[in-house]
C-alpha cells in the first residue's frame, strides 16, 4: 500500500447507499471478497477497476470513476450500479488491501479517457451556450417556437377536457366516483398523456386510486379535485401569472423544462437518495444540502422500464460541484461540473455536521412558506433540530426537546425500518433528522446524533474522541 | 394515505384564522363539510351556496375553486400537534465504541440476513449469516457497544433465530431492551430466560427475596441461577424457602439449576426431594446425588451394585460375573430407580443399569483389585451382559465427569467403530468426548477421523472447541481431500464443510489454498465433481480469511 492515498474511498455504507435495491445489495456484498477479483486497481483521479470472475470463461471488466460517479460494467444487468460495481466499490471500502493504487488497465482507461473525453465536451458546450448564446440559428429558433407553441394548445385541449369531467363529476356527485372505479380514471388519464400534458395525467391516475384509500376518502378526492381544478385554471390563465409562478404551473402540467438558472457551486452533502417506482418510470430523488449557501437541492434521475435511475450519490459524501436551479424557484437542480472527486470522510477533514435546522414549528411555517410559490406541494424539506421521537396514538411523532410541540409521522415512514433506526438512534434523547414535511405528516430521511444526551450513542459523535474520521462516517444515518 | 386524516384530526388541526382571501370568493365563508357534503351528493343536487347568498352560476367550478382555497390555506395553516408522553431514555451503556471497520462488517452481515436469498446453490462465496452468532460472540467477549442504529436489524435477526437470541440481546445491551419495550414484534426480549440479558442484581437481598417472591416463573428461574452461579448455598437457601409451595413443574426446574455448583451441602436437600410427589423430581434428585460420590445415596447404590456386578472366580482368567436384581424393592423406588422398563426392554436388566449408573466409578477399581479402569473395562463379561454394563458405565462416566473412565470407555480411536469392547454409538462416544479436556477430545477425534474418515464425524467434531487445534484441523482437512480425490461430490460432506468453515483456525486459510485449485478430471470420478471441489474449498478459505478479518476488525 503506498503511504498516502489522494483519493479518498467511499465507506460500506456510502457504497450500498447506492444499491438500486435489496438484492443488489446482497449480491454486491457476496462479490466483496478479493477470491472473484483481478487486476483490481484504483489511481489518484478517483478511478477503481477490476475484473470479476462470473459464470462465463470471461471475466466481466467493472470500472467505476467515482467522480461522476459514473459506472461501467460488461455484464448484462440492467440493475445500475451492479452488483460487480458495488462489489468492487465495497472490496475497495474494506480497505484490506485487495485493491491496489497503480494505472488503470488498458480496457479501463479506455472507458475512463472516453467518459471523461464527453464529459469535457458537454461541459465545453454548456459553457458556450452560456456565454455565446449562439446556438441554433433564428431557422432552428422559430421551429423550435412553433413546435412548443403547438403542444401548449394540445395541453390547452386537454387541460379543457379535464375540466369538463371534473364539472361532471362534481355535478353528479362523488359518490358516483367510487361506482365508477378506477377505469375511468385510467381512460381520463390517456386522454391527458395524449394531450401531452404527462402531470395532469399523473395526478390524475393518482386520484383514482382515492375511492379505495380508506375512510375519509371524500375529503381527499375532493381537496385533490379541488387543487386539479386550480391547476387547471392556471394553466388556462398562465399568461396573466408571475414568471415564476407560470414556470411552475408548467413544471407541475409536464411541459418539458430545462435547467437554465445559473450554476450555484458549494460544496453539497448529499442528505438522501431514495427510488420512487411508478409502473414504467423509476424517479430517483437526491437530496442536497449546500454547506456554504445553506440551499437545498434536489436532483431527480430517471430509469424507464425497470432500469435503475443512472445518478447515484452516496449518502453522507459531501462534493464539490456546481447544481443548475430549473426555473420556478423550486430546489430543483442539474448537477453540473464537479471539482474534485466525491470528498468521503476518512482522510478528509470535512465534518459532517447535519444542516443546522430548527423547531418543529418553523418547519411548518416553512411548508407553509413554500406553499405560496407552488400550492401543489406535497411536501417540504426540512431539518428538525434537537427533535425526540415520541409514541402517539397510531404512530410515532417527533417531538421539540424544549417545548410543546410535535410533527406526526407520515404513514408511509411508520412502515419503513428506518422508523426503528430513528428510534435507536435517539434512545429517548434529541437527535437532528433531515426528511420531507407535507400535510400526510413529517417524513424522516436521515439522522444525526447532536443531542448527546440520549442514552443510546452518545459518545460517539464529533467530540474529538476516537480516530475522528470513523466518527465522522459514520455522523448520518441512513433512514431510506 | 390516511396519514391525510391529520388534517382533519387531531395531529394536525387545521387553522380556524383564515385569510382574508375570504372575501375574494363567494364560497370561501363555506365551511369545509358543507362544500364535502355538496360535492359527495352532487351539485345538482345540493348546490353549494353561502348562508344567504347567491347560488353561483356555475356551480362545480364554484365549489372546486373554494375547496382549492380551503386546502392550501389548510396546508398553509398546519400547527404543530401536542406531543405525546416522551419514553424515558434508555439506560446508559458504558460499553466502549465497536471500532468503525467492525461496524461495517456487522452492518453487512445483518443486510446479508435481511436480503432474499439469491438461489438454492451455495457458490464459491461465504455463509455471511451463519458467521453472525461467531461475530456476536466475539463483540460480546471483548465488551463492545452495539452501534444504535444496528440494534433494530440486530433484533429481527435475534427476533428470525431463536439462537442468535442469548448473544444478540447481551450485544444489544439496554438500548435492546428499552426498543424492545416500544415494538411488539420484538417482545420476546423481554421475555428473559433466554436470553440471560435480565440477569438481576443478585447483590441486593431484600431486592432478591421480592423478586422470588413476586417474580414470574422466568424471572425466577433467571434469578435462580444468577444467585447459584455467585453462592451456592444462598442459592440453596432462597429455593428451600418456597419449595413446599412450588408447582412440580417449577420444583423441577429449580432443582435443575443446582446442577450448576453442585456440592456435598446439597446432599441433604436432594434426600428430602428423594421423597417428593412428583416423580420426574424424584428422578432428578436421584441423578444430582448419583453426581456426588460421597454421599450416602451414592453408598446406597454402589452396594446394590456391588450384589449384582462381581469379579468372577470360577474361571481361569479374570473376567465379571453379572447377576441382574430379581426385583425393584422400596429401597430401590425411593432412591429413585424406575420400576417399569420401557416397552422391549427386560425389567432386570433395567434395573441394573440404573443401579450401575448411579453407582460411583471409583466402587468397581476397589471391586476388581485396584485395576485402572482401561483393564476393568477390557475384562470379558459373562451371559452376554456387556453391553448393558458397558452403556451403563458410559452415563456414569458422563453424569460424574470421570476422565478416566471416559477414556476407558472410548477406546482406541483407530478401532472400527462397531467393534467390541466399548460403547458403539456414535452419540455415547460424543457425550464421553465431552467429558475429556479441550486438548484431548480434538486429538482422539483427530486420531478417529485418520482412521475412519469423515462419515461418521459431524457429531464428534460438534463437542470439540472452536477453533479446531492444529492436528484436529489437519485430521478434517486431509479427510476431505481422500473424499475429493474418492471421487464423490462435496455435497455428500456438506455437513463436516459447513462446520469447517466456522471450526476450523483461520490460520490454516493459507494452507488450504492449493486446494482451491481445479483438478484434471479423474476416471472413475463423479462428473464436475472436481469443479464443486474447487468451489467449496474456495468458500472455505474465503471463509477463514473473512473470520480472521472480523476476528481482527474486533480489537
Redesign the interface.
Given at each position: 500500500m503506498p503511504a498516502t492515498e489522494s483519493v479518498a474511498r467511499w465507506?460500506?455504507?456510502q457504497v450500498?447507499s447506492l444499491a438500486p435495491d435489496?438484492?443488489s445489495?446482497?449480491?454486491g456484498?457476496?462479490?466483496?471478497?478479493?477470491?472473484?477479483w483481478s487486476g483490481t486497481g484504483f489511481d489518484g483521479s478517483g478511478a477503481v477497476w477490476g475484473l470479476c470472475k462470473g459464470s462465463g470463461s470471461k471475466p466481466y471488466q467493472t470500472v467505476v470513476d467515482t467522480t461522476g460517479p459514473a459506472y461501467t460494467c460488461s455484464c448484462p444487468s440492467r440493475k445500475f450500479p451492479c452488483k460487480h460495481a458495488l462489489g468492487l466499490l465495497?472490496l475497495r471500502?474494506?480497505?484490506?488491501g485487495s485493491v491496489p493504487q497503480g494505472e488503470p488497465a488498458d480496457w479501463a482507461a479506455q472507458w475512463l479517457t472516453a467518459r471523461r473525453g464527453r464529459a469535457e465536451a458537454k461541459q465545453a458546450k454548456q459553457e458556450a451556450a452560456a456565454s455565446g448564446e449562439a446556438a441554433p440559428g433564428p431557422a432552428g429558433d422559430a421551429a423550435a417556437r412553433k413546435r412548443a407553441e403547438r403542444r401548449a394548445e394540445r395541453v390547452t385541449a386537454g387541460a379543457l377536457e379535464l375540466?369538463q369531467r371534473?364539472?361532471?363529476?362534481?355535478?353528479?356527485?362523488?359518490?358516483?366516483a367510487d361506482r365508477a372505479g378506477y377505469a375511468l380514471w385510467e381512460e381520463t388519464a390517456a386522454r391527458m398523456v395524449d394531450a401531452q400534458a404527462p402531470g395532469l395525467a399523473g395526478r390524475v391516475r393518482e386520484l383514482g386510486a382515492?375511492p379505495g384509500?380508506?375512510?375519509?376518502w371524500?375529503?381527499?378526492?375532493?381537496?385533490e379535485?379541488?387543487?386539479l381544478?386550480?391547476l387547471d385554471?392556471a394553466w388556462l390563465g398562465r399568461e396573466r401569472l408571475p414568471d415564476p409562478l407560470a414556470a411552475t404551473v408548467r413544471t407541475r402540467v409536464g411541459l418539458p423544462v430545462s435547467a437554465e438558472g445559473p450554476p450555484v457551486r458549494d460544496r453539497w452533502l448529499v442528505l438522501a437518495q431514495y427510488d420512487t417506482p411508478d409502473g414504467r418510470l423509476t424517479t430517483r430523488r437526491i437530496w442536497l444540502y449546500g454547506r456554504e449557501s445553506g440551499r437545498t437541492a434536489l436532483l431527480l434521475s430517471f430509469g424507464a422500464m425497470g432500469r435503475a435511475p443512472e445518478l447515484a450519490l452516496p449518502v453522507g459524501v459531501t462534493i464539490d460541484a456546481e447544481l443548475t436551479p430549473y426555473p420556478g424557484g423550486g430546489l430543483r437542480a442539474d448537477l453540473g461540473r464537479q471539482f474534485a472527486p466525491p470528498a468521503a470522510a476518512p482522510g478528509t477533514p470535512v465534518p459532517d455536521t447535519p444542516p443546522p435546522g430548527g423547531s418543529?414549528?418553523a418547519a411548518?411555517a416553512a411548508?407553509?412558506e413554500a406553499?405560496?410559490g407552488d400550492?401543489w406541494l406535497d411536501a417540504w424539506p426540512v431539518t428538525l433540530r434537537d427533535v425526540?421521537p415520541?409514541?402517539?396514538?397510531g404512530g410515532w411523532?417527533l417531538?421539540?426537546a424544549e417545548g410543546?410541540?410535535?410533527?406526526?409521522l407520515?404513514?408511509?415512514a411508520l412502515s419503513r425500518?428506518g422508523l426503528?433506526?430513528l428510534?435507536?438512534?435517539s434512545?429517548?434523547?434529541p437527535v437532528t433528522v433531515f426528511g420531507e414535511l407535507?400535510?400526510?405528516?413529517f417524513d424522516p430521511f436521515a439522522a444525526w446524533?447532536t443531542g448527546g444526551?440520549?442514552?443510546?450513542?452518545?459518545?460517539?459523535f464529533g467530540d474529538g474522541s476516537?480516530?475522528g474520521?470513523?466518527e465522522v462516517?459514520?455522523g448520518a444515518?441512513r433512514l431510506i | 394515505?390516511?396519514?391525510?386524516?391529520?388534517?382533519?384530526g387531531d395531529?394536525?388541526p387545521p387553522t380556524t384564522t383564515g385569510p382574508t382571501t375570504a372575501s375574494v370568493h363567494p364560497l370561501a365563508a363555506l365551511p369545509w363539510e358543507e362544500?364535502?357534503t355538496s360535492?359527495?351528493?352532487?351539485?345538482?343536487?345540493r348546490p353549494p351556496a353561502a348562508p344567504g347568498g347567491p347560488v353561483p352560476a356555475?356551480?362545480?367550478?364554484a365549489?372546486?375553486?373554494?375547496?382549492?382555497?380551503?386546502?392550501?390555506r389548510?396546508?398553509?395553516?398546519?400547527?404543530?400537534?401536542?406531543?405525546?408522553?416522551?419514553?424515558?431514555?434508555?439506560?446508559?451503556?458504558p460499553r466502549p465504541?465497536l471500532?468503525?471497520?467492525a461496524?461495517?462488517r456487522l452492518?453487512?452481515l445483518l443486510?446479508?440476513r435481511?436480503?432474499?436469498a439469491?438461489s438454492g446453490r451455495r457458490?464459491?462465496?461465504?455463509d455471511?449469516t451463519e458467521l453472525i452468532p461467531q461475530w456476536l460472540a466475539t463483540a460480546n467477549r471483548r465488551g463492545f457497544?452495539a452501534?444504535?442504529?444496528l440494534?433494530?436489524?440486530l433484533l429481527?435477526a435475534a427476533r428470525a433465530r431463536t439462537d442468535l437470541r442469548p448473544q444478540a440481546l447481551a450485544f444489544a445491551g439496554?438500548?435492546g431492551l428499552?426498543?424492545a419495550a416500544?415494538?411488539p414484534e420484538w417482545k420476546f426480549a423481554l421475555r428473559g430466560g433466554a436470553g440471560g440479558s435480565l440477569v438481576p442484581d443478585t447483590g441486593d437481598p431484600e431486592a432478591v427475596g421480592r423478586l422470588w417472591e413476586e417474580g414470574l416463573f422466568a424471572e425466577r428461574v433467571a434469578l435462580l441461577d444468577a444467585v447459584r452461579t455467585r453462592d451456592p448455598a444462598a442459592a440453596l437457601a432462597l429455593l428451600t424457602t418456597t419449595w413446599s409451595t412450588e408447582r412440580a413443574e417449577d420444583r423441577l426446574m429449580f432443582l435443575d439449576s443446582l446442577r450448576n455448583g453442585l456440592g456435598a451441602e446439597d446432599e441433604e436437600f436432594l434426600e428430602q426431594a428423594l421423597a417428593d410427589r412428583s416423580r420426574n423430581v424424584r428422578a432428578t434428585a436421584a441423578e444430582l446425588l448419583s453426581a456426588l460420590p460421597a454421599s450416602a445415596f451414592a453408598g446406597r447404590m454402589a452396594a446394590r451394585a456391588t450384589s449384582c456386578v462381581n469379579p468372577d472366580r470360577t474361571g481361569a482368567g479374570a473376567s465379571i460375573a453379572v447377576e441382574a436384581p430379581h426385583e425393584c424393592d422400596a429401597g430401590m423406588r425411593r432412591d429413585g430407580v424406575v420400576a417399569d422398563p420401557p416397552t422391549g426392554r427386560g425389567e432386570r436388566s433395567w434395573w441394573l443399569g440404573q443401579l450401575v449408573e448411579a453407582t460411583p466409578l471409583g466402587v468397581w477399581q476397589e471391586r476388581f483389585g485396584g485395576r485402572p479402569a482401561a483393564e476393568i473395562v477390557a475384562l470379558p463379561v459373562a451371559d452376554d451382559w456387556a453391553g448393558e454394563l458397558h452403556a451403563a458405565w458410559c452415563r456414569a462416566a458422563v453424569r460424574q465427569r470421570h476422565p478416566e473412565w471416559a477414556r476407558a470407555l472410548l477406546g482406541e480411536p483407530s478401532a472400527p467403530p462397531a467393534g467390541a469392547p466399548g460403547p458403539t454409538s456414535i452419540a455415547e462416544r460424543s457425550k464421553l468426548l465431552a467429558v475429556l479436556s479441550e486438548a484431548e477430545r480434538a486429538d482422539w477425534v483427530a486420531a478417529f477421523i485418520a482412521a475412519h474418515g469423515l462419515s461418521e464425524a459431524f457429531q464428534l467434531l460438534g463437542v470439540c472447541t472452536v477453533p479446531w487445534s492444529g492436528p484436529l484441523g489437519r485430521a478434517v482437512v486431509d479427510a476431505l481431500d481422500i473424499a475429493r480425490d474418492g471421487g464423490s461430490y462435496p455435497w455428500s460432506f456438506s455437513g463436516v464443510m459447513g462446520l469447517a468453515e466456522r471450526c476450523l483456525d483461520p490460520a490454516e486459510a493459507d494452507r488450504l489454498e492449493v486446494l482451491t485449485a481445479t483438478p484434471d478430471e479423474q476416471e472413475g470420478a463423479s462428473p464436475g465433481a472436481g469443479g464443486y471441489w474447487s468451489e467449496a474449498f474456495?468458500r472455505l478459505?474465503?471463509t477463514l480469511?473473512?473470520r480472521a478479518?472480523m476476528e481482527a476488525e474486533l480489537t
Open positions: 465507506t460500506v455504507e450500498l435489496d438484492a445489495r446482497k449480491a456484498n457476496k462479490l466483496a471478497t478479493a477470491g472473484h465495497l471500502a474494506s480497505g484490506d375540466e371534473l364539472t361532471d363529476l362534481l355535478r353528479g356527485g362523488l359518490a358516483t382515492i384509500s380508506g375512510p375519509g371524500p375529503v381527499r378526492l375532493l381537496e379535485c379541488g387543487l381544478h386550480l385554471t418543529t414549528a411548518l411548508y407553509g406553499l405560496r400550492p425526540i415520541v409514541p402517539s396514538e411523532q417531538a421539540d410543546a410541540s410535535a410533527l406526526p407520515s404513514s408511509a425500518p426503528w433506526k428510534v435507536a438512534l434512545g429517548g434523547g407535507g400535510h400526510r405528516g446524533d444526551t440520549g442514552g443510546g450513542d452518545s459518545s460517539g476516537g480516530s474520521a470513523a462516517a459514520d444515518v | 394515505m390516511n396519514a391525510l386524516n391529520a388534517t382533519e395531529p394536525m362544500l364535502v360535492a359527495l351528493l352532487g351539485t345538482d343536487r356555475d356551480g362545480p367550478a365549489l372546486l375553486d373554494a375547496a382549492a382555497l380551503h386546502t392550501v389548510r396546508r398553509a395553516g398546519l400547527l404543530p400537534a401536542v406531543p405525546g408522553a416522551r419514553p424515558a431514555p434508555a439506560p446508559h451503556d465504541q471500532p468503525e471497520a461496524r461495517h452492518a453487512q443486510a446479508d435481511a436480503a432474499p439469491a457458490g464459491a462465496a461465504p455471511l457497544r452501534p444504535a442504529d440494534v433494530p436489524p429481527d439496554p438500548l428499552w426498543l416500544l415494538n474456495q478459505v474465503s480469511r473473512l478479518a
